[in-house]
């Protein structure tokens, strides 16, 4: 049996090159300031004012979004995205489209990551 899927990017992720995207609502992260899933967490907890408990595992980042996101709709806006967790192994990037995807299907409202840089993603 063959995955239709497999290879498609996923409705709720937006790769882009340049900035024509309207991404006016969403919430902007630099990707410098990503480079690790340390730098990363700490970036979102204060772009979103996640809870103090906010803990350092993938799996308490997705209960925090989790919450964020039965408040409302949310677009993460990566500018730089090459960087995103480059300092990281890749299982980690792969672990953090892994979370998202986990709640943009399963969250009441909306999650969408859009992803920029001039050179492309890393990955």
Do not use: C, K
Request: hydrophobic residues 45%.
């Amino acid at each position: 049996m063959t995955d239709e899927n497999a290879g498609r990017t996923p409705d709720w992720l937006t790769v882009r090159r340049d900035d024509t995207h309207d991404v006016s609502d969403a919430v902007v992260l630099v990707g410098a300031v990503t480079r690790t899933r340390g730098d990363l967490f700490a970036a979102l907890a204060t772009a979103l004012a996640l809870p103090t408990y906010l803990g350092d595992t993938w799996d308490a980042l997705s209960d925090v979004l989790a919450d964020r996101l039965d408040a409302g709709p949310l677009t993460l806006l990566i500018t730089d995205a090459g960087q995103l967790l480059a300092d990281e192994p890749n299982e980690q990037y792969a672990l953090l489209l892994a979370v998202l995807d986990d709640l943009a299907t399963s969250a009441p409202h909306p999650l969408r990551l859009v992803l920029r840089d001039e050179g492309g993603p890393r990955r």
